[in-house]
């Protein structure tokens, strides 16, 4: 196991009705600004129960953070908090709209002359408005980590930055406010999940037990609940479980001491940016085809992968693993997603500047730096 450091201070309030607890959990005197996407908040009763148990506090809104939050947008929210003296910010929505706060908190305290240098330049965050969350759409694991992914419309970029000042100081998580979900963000959200998990599962062994055996219950949990959800989307066990799983994928649990990818959702952001998919769309392209290119630096958590979550034990090495790619990709597709970028309607020669875009940032993906622009188009290319 690697060396690491664990530190997850983000307070969960998880269950129906807990919204109400809101007003305990935000300092009395705070200025708030009330961050959220479209009308769903206002469809689903999220708006009314967080205007009721802050009807004596001061609270602006700010509406609009698209799915893959826009740095316009953020930056119009940015001018809010420095008129209004805004000192606390909640967000109330899925990943994009936490993902979108996350930023106007930190791009609101930056000093420089430029706040995408925070996305492009990995430039520091010494100080962030407090946030705090109110999850709507199970996925991204926003509501309990550092980081946030921001697009830029303008220039066609997606780009992710981390910092420990972005932490959510709470986030309460009703699995009713997942109810009234179309099924196609439920489906995207339990892909989102599962791809965090493989992210963090699917690179080399480094004798983790404990972690690998974690990131497995998460994937079959995923698996279990994912299509009984498509099913019974009001059942609230079975959002419960989803909303739970997804929050663990990603909160640091399962990274800890040991190597991480991350190369499908690198590209996975490009397709977003470049073409519209979703990203759960986006990932269920890529995953599968980053495991078929790097099957052979994989071979064993493939093998382990086939083995503990598909049940494969029998046949030569190739053969186990293409099984258990083939099944991912079954239960992308079970659960509504396509798995080819010609689905998609996307030519080849356009998405392959991805690659160029990797080789002139200087960008090496996967967990041994091994991916570069020669392996992103083979990628690409069995994508199709």
Not at 78 to 84: A, P
Request: proline share 4%; hydrophobic share 40%; aromatic share 8%.
């Amino acid at each position: 196991m690697q060396n690491f450091i664990f530190h997850n201070p983000v307070k969960v309030v998880f269950g129906k009705g807990e919204i109400s607890k809101i007003a305990e959990l935000i300092p009395e005197q705070a200025n708030i600004l009330l961050t959220f996407g479209g009308s769903s908040i206002k469809k689903n009763g999220v708006y009314d129960q967080v205007k009721a148990a802050l009807k004596n506090r001061k609270v602006t809104d700010f509406g609009g953070i698209e799915p893959n939050p826009d740095y316009a947008t953020c930056m119009k929210a940015v001018k809010i908090i420095r008129e209004e003296k805004i000192d606390f910010i909640l967000a109330a929505g899925g990943g994009s709209v936490i993902d979108g706060s996350k930023f106007i908190a930190a791009a609101a305290c930056f000093e420089g002359a430029d706040p995408w240098d925070i996305l492009s330049k990995g430039a520091a965050i010494k100080k962030a408005v407090p946030i705090g969350a109110i999850l709507t759409l199970s996925g991204t694991g926003s509501e309990m980590n550092s980081f946030a992914v921001i697009s830029k419309r303008e220039t066609g970029e997606k780009l992710a930055f981390g910092s420990p000042e972005v932490f959510p100081k709470f986030s309460i998580l009703d699995p009713e406010t997942t109810f009234s979900l179309p099924a196609n963000q439920t489906s995207n959200g339990v892909v989102d999940a599962f791809v965090h998990v493989l992210e963090q599962y699917m690179t080399y062994d480094v004798n983790a037990p404990l972690q690998d055996r974690q990131a497995e219950a998460i994937l079959l949990t995923l698996m279990e609940e994912g299509k009984k959800v498509l099913e019974t989307p009001n059942d609230y066990n079975v959002r419960a479980n989803i909303m739970w799983c997804a929050t663990q994928a990603l909160n640091g649990n399962i990274s800890a001491g040991v190597p991480q990818d991350w190369a499908s959702h690198s590209i996975g952001h490009e397709l977003t940016a470049r073409f519209g998919l979703a990203h759960g769309e986006s990932l269920a392209v890529i995953a599968p085809a980053v495991m078929r290119n790097q099957k052979e630096n994989k071979k064993d958590k493939l093998l382990k992968y086939a083995s503990r979550i598909w049940g494969i034990t029998e046949g030569s090495q190739d053969s186990i693993i293409e099984q258990a790619i083939y099944l991912t990709e079954k239960f992308f597709r079970e659960m509504g997603l396509k798995s080819k970028l010609s689905e998609y309607g996307i030519e080849i020669e356009k998405a392959l500047v991805i690659a160029d875009d990797f080789e002139a940032r200087g960008w090496k993906l996967g967990e041994r730096g091994k991916i570069g622009k020669n392996e992103v188009i083979e990628i690409l290319k069995s994508a199709l």
